[in-house]
Protein backbone atom coordinates (compact mmCIF):
# COMPACT_ATOMS: atom_id res chain seq x y z
CA UNK A 1 0.00 0.00 0.00
CA UNK A 2 0.86 3.64 -1.01
CA UNK A 3 0.48 6.77 0.98
CA UNK A 4 -2.48 8.31 0.21
CA UNK A 5 -3.36 9.77 -2.83
CA UNK A 6 -6.38 10.88 -4.81
CA UNK A 7 -8.41 7.88 -6.25
CA UNK A 8 -7.21 7.36 -9.75
CA UNK A 9 -9.72 7.06 -12.72
CA UNK A 10 -10.88 3.56 -13.65
CA UNK A 11 -9.23 1.24 -16.37
CA UNK A 12 -10.77 0.36 -19.26
CA UNK A 13 -11.65 -3.33 -19.32
CA UNK A 14 -13.69 -6.10 -19.47
CA UNK A 15 -17.77 -5.52 -17.84
CA UNK A 16 -18.21 -6.17 -14.52
CA UNK A 17 -21.55 -5.90 -12.84
CA UNK A 18 -22.86 -2.88 -11.16
CA UNK A 19 -23.05 -2.97 -7.23
CA UNK A 20 -26.90 -2.63 -7.18
CA UNK A 21 -27.59 -5.06 -4.31
CA UNK A 22 -27.84 -3.31 -0.61
CA UNK A 23 -27.42 -5.97 1.68
CA UNK A 24 -27.26 -5.96 5.69
CA UNK A 25 -24.05 -5.43 6.96
CA UNK A 26 -21.87 -7.65 8.75
CA UNK A 27 -21.62 -9.01 12.45
CA UNK A 28 -19.08 -10.47 14.75
CA UNK A 29 -19.20 -13.75 15.66
CA UNK A 30 -21.17 -14.54 18.83
CA UNK A 31 -19.10 -13.89 22.10
CA UNK A 32 -16.71 -11.28 20.93
CA UNK A 33 -17.37 -7.88 22.12
CA UNK A 34 -15.88 -5.63 20.00
CA UNK A 35 -16.29 -1.69 20.49
CA UNK A 36 -15.82 0.92 17.76
CA UNK A 37 -14.91 4.37 18.67
CA UNK A 38 -14.20 7.24 16.16
CA UNK A 39 -10.56 7.82 15.05
CA UNK A 40 -9.47 11.44 15.99
CA UNK A 41 -6.29 12.99 14.83
CA UNK A 42 -4.50 11.92 18.72
CA UNK A 43 -5.19 8.15 17.36
CA UNK A 44 -2.28 8.36 14.70
CA UNK A 45 0.11 7.03 16.42
CA UNK A 46 -1.78 3.96 17.25
CA UNK A 47 -2.83 3.14 13.89
CA UNK A 48 0.25 4.17 11.94
CA UNK A 49 2.12 1.35 14.44
CA UNK A 50 -0.51 -0.99 12.63
CA UNK A 51 -0.41 0.06 9.60
CA UNK A 52 3.17 -0.67 9.95
CA UNK A 53 2.10 -4.22 11.24
CA UNK A 54 -0.10 -5.01 8.53
CA UNK A 55 1.17 -3.22 5.01
CA UNK A 56 4.46 -3.40 3.75
CA UNK A 57 4.18 0.29 2.43
CA UNK A 58 3.71 1.53 6.04
CA UNK A 59 1.58 5.47 6.43
CA UNK A 60 2.99 7.73 8.44
CA UNK A 61 1.76 9.22 11.47
CA UNK A 62 1.91 12.49 10.21
CA UNK A 63 0.00 11.43 6.88
CA UNK A 64 -2.79 9.72 8.76
CA UNK A 65 -3.13 12.51 10.97
CA UNK A 66 -3.51 14.30 7.93
CA UNK A 67 -6.36 12.23 6.65
CA UNK A 68 -8.35 12.13 10.24
CA UNK A 69 -7.94 15.86 10.48
CA UNK A 70 -9.91 16.26 6.80
CA UNK A 71 -13.52 17.69 6.91
CA UNK A 72 -14.86 14.61 5.08
CA UNK A 73 -12.99 11.55 6.75
CA UNK A 74 -14.69 8.63 8.76
CA UNK A 75 -12.40 6.58 10.41
CA UNK A 76 -13.27 4.16 13.01
CA UNK A 77 -10.70 1.98 15.77
CA UNK A 78 -11.79 -1.17 17.07
CA UNK A 79 -11.11 -2.65 21.03
CA UNK A 80 -11.27 -5.86 22.03
CA UNK A 81 -12.81 -6.14 25.27
CA UNK A 82 -10.23 -6.46 27.86
CA UNK A 83 -7.47 -6.04 25.29
CA UNK A 84 -5.19 -2.45 25.63
CA UNK A 85 -3.93 -2.34 22.06
CA UNK A 86 -6.51 -1.34 19.04
CA UNK A 87 -7.38 -4.51 17.06
CA UNK A 88 -8.10 -2.80 13.86
CA UNK A 89 -9.09 0.43 12.21
CA UNK A 90 -10.67 1.81 8.91
CA UNK A 91 -9.96 5.39 7.47
CA UNK A 92 -12.41 6.56 4.87
CA UNK A 93 -13.02 9.85 3.08
CA UNK A 94 -16.66 11.23 1.52
CA UNK A 95 -16.80 13.68 -1.11
CA UNK A 96 -20.53 14.41 -2.15
CA UNK A 97 -22.55 11.43 -2.13
CA UNK A 98 -19.37 8.95 -2.81
CA UNK A 99 -16.85 7.38 0.10
CA UNK A 100 -13.85 5.32 -0.55
CA UNK A 101 -12.53 3.14 2.12
CA UNK A 102 -8.68 4.51 2.06
CA UNK A 103 -7.37 2.10 4.14
CA UNK A 104 -8.29 -0.99 6.80
CA UNK A 105 -6.53 -3.20 8.76
CA UNK A 106 -6.87 -5.52 11.75
CA UNK A 107 -3.95 -6.79 14.11
CA UNK A 108 -2.97 -10.24 12.59
CA UNK A 109 -3.54 -11.89 16.26
CA UNK A 110 -7.23 -10.28 15.86
CA UNK A 111 -7.69 -11.35 12.29
CA UNK A 112 -10.66 -14.00 11.48
CA UNK A 113 -12.42 -13.14 14.52
CA UNK A 114 -15.38 -10.83 13.14
CA UNK A 115 -12.75 -7.29 13.54
CA UNK A 116 -12.96 -6.51 10.03
CA UNK A 117 -17.03 -7.13 9.87
CA UNK A 118 -17.16 -4.74 12.65
CA UNK A 119 -15.44 -2.02 11.07
CA UNK A 120 -16.69 -2.42 7.52
CA UNK A 121 -20.14 -2.63 9.19
CA UNK A 122 -19.80 0.41 11.28
CA UNK A 123 -18.35 2.06 8.28
CA UNK A 124 -21.31 1.73 5.97
CA UNK A 125 -23.65 2.91 8.90
CA UNK A 126 -21.94 6.17 9.25
CA UNK A 127 -21.89 6.52 5.52
CA UNK A 128 -25.78 5.77 5.85
CA UNK A 129 -26.15 8.65 7.84
CA UNK A 130 -23.61 11.42 6.15
CA UNK A 131 -26.38 10.16 2.83
CA UNK A 132 -23.42 8.95 0.79
CA UNK A 133 -25.35 6.64 -1.63
CA UNK A 134 -21.94 4.71 -2.90
CA UNK A 135 -18.64 2.98 -1.20
CA UNK A 136 -15.85 2.07 -2.79
CA UNK A 137 -12.28 0.50 -1.97
CA UNK A 138 -9.31 -1.44 -4.05
CA UNK A 139 -8.07 -4.57 -3.38
CA UNK A 140 -5.47 -6.77 -4.11
CA UNK A 141 -7.12 -9.82 -6.27
CA UNK A 142 -4.91 -12.39 -4.38
CA UNK A 143 -5.83 -11.14 -0.82
CA UNK A 144 -8.61 -14.06 -0.72
CA UNK A 145 -9.70 -13.39 2.85
CA UNK A 146 -10.37 -9.38 2.27
CA UNK A 147 -12.57 -10.68 -0.94
CA UNK A 148 -14.48 -12.81 1.03
CA UNK A 149 -14.93 -10.16 3.67
CA UNK A 150 -15.93 -7.71 0.96
CA UNK A 151 -17.87 -10.14 -0.90
CA UNK A 152 -20.21 -10.87 2.01
CA UNK A 153 -20.32 -7.17 2.95
CA UNK A 154 -22.16 -7.04 -0.69
CA UNK A 155 -19.14 -5.27 -2.61
CA UNK A 156 -18.67 -6.06 -5.94
CA UNK A 157 -16.06 -5.45 -8.81
CA UNK A 158 -16.53 -2.49 -10.87
CA UNK A 159 -12.93 -2.09 -12.06
CA UNK A 160 -9.59 -3.72 -12.93
CA UNK A 161 -6.27 -1.89 -11.84
CA UNK A 162 -3.51 -4.19 -13.58
CA UNK A 163 -0.70 -3.94 -11.52
CA UNK A 164 -1.98 -1.57 -8.57
CA UNK A 165 0.01 -3.19 -5.37
CA UNK A 166 3.81 -4.59 -5.36
CA UNK A 167 4.46 -7.22 -3.73
CA UNK A 168 8.09 -7.89 -1.75
CA UNK A 169 10.65 -8.94 -4.38
CA UNK A 170 8.82 -6.46 -6.99
CA UNK A 171 6.14 -9.01 -8.34
CA UNK A 172 3.20 -6.62 -9.07
CA UNK A 173 -0.25 -7.95 -8.14
CA UNK A 174 -3.72 -6.71 -9.98
CA UNK A 175 -6.03 -4.46 -7.69
CA UNK A 176 -9.59 -4.87 -7.96
CA UNK A 177 -12.18 -1.81 -7.33
CA UNK A 178 -15.22 -2.92 -5.11
CA UNK A 179 -18.16 -0.89 -4.59
CA UNK A 180 -21.44 -1.12 -3.07
CA UNK A 181 -24.71 1.12 -2.63
CA UNK A 182 -24.65 2.64 1.29
Known amino acids: MTQPTTPKADQPGAALPKADAKPAGPVAPAGLHVSLLIAEPPRAGEIAALHARCFRDAWSAEAIEGLLSDSGALAFVAKVAGQMAIAGF?????????????????????????????????????????????????????????????????????GLRRGYYQRPGGEMVDGLTLSRNV
Open 90 to 158: VIARLVGDEAEILSIAVAPEQQRKGVGARLVAGTIRGLERAEAKRLFLEVAVDNEAARALYDRAGFVAV
